[in-house]
């Protein structure tokens, strides 16, 4: 039981370990961006993120936004977010609340019910449809 107990705690400690290496990476990247270096390197932000880093043009914009929103906006310092799912604390900002709230349903909520209040947010009108129950094809009103 020990050994599985250990290895569960190994498996934590490593995740928790990236979400810090993110959070590092995110800072890098607002530093990147602000100065421009990548100017030399690259035709086009899109090209040195993509070839460079090797991530995408999204990922580079979302870790941005979390940057912004919680620590340059918000005035929490990255060791604050550093253990907290980068992606849930994207979909946090966008649901409303203060950054506070925010980085708390970032900590309690998963990535479906962030993703289903920040639905719960936008102003909409219901638009019905009707599925097909053989071949679940939808016909729109």
């Given at each position: 039981?020990?050994?599985?107990?250990?290895?569960?705690?190994?498996?934590?400690?490593?995740?928790?370990?990236?979400?810090?290496?993110?959070?590092?990476?995110?800072?890098?990247?607002?530093?990147?961006?602000?100065?421009?270096?990548?100017?030399?390197?690259?035709?086009?932000?899109?090209?040195?993120?993509?070839?460079?880093?090797?991530?995408?043009q999204?990922?580079?914009?979302?870790?941005?936004?979390?940057?912004?929103?919680?620590?340059?906006?918000?005035?929490?310092?990255?060791?604050?977010?550093?253990?907290?799912?980068?992606?849930?604390?994207?979909?946090?900002?966008?649901?409303?609340?203060?950054?506070?709230?925010?980085?708390?349903?970032?900590?309690?909520?998963?990535?479906?019910?962030?993703?289903?209040?920040?639905?719960?947010t936008?102003?909409?009108?219901?638009?019905?449809?009707?599925i097909?129950?053989?071949?679940?094809?939808?016909?729109?009103?």
């Amino acid at each position: 039981m020990t050994e599985l107990s250990n290895l569960l705690q190994e498996t934590r400690k490593a995740f928790a370990d990236i979400r810090g290496s993110v959070v590092v990476a995110m800072q890098k990247l607002h530093e990147v961006y602000e100065s421009k270096a990548w100017e030399g390197v690259a035709s086009s932000w899109s090209e040195f993120v993509e070839s460079d880093l090797g991530i995408s043009q999204g990922f580079a914009s979302k870790l941005l936004s979390v940057n912004k929103h919680y620590v340059l906006e918000g005035g929490y310092s990255h060791a604050n977010i550093a253990n907290i799912d980068v992606e849930k604390l994207y979909l946090a900002a966008k649901s409303g609340g203060t950054p506070a709230e925010q980085i708390e349903k970032a900590k309690t909520l998963n990535r479906s019910e962030l993703r289903q209040e920040r639905e719960e947010t936008k102003d909409h009108e219901h638009e019905y449809i009707e599925i097909c129950k053989h071949c679940s094809m939808r016909k729109h009103d």
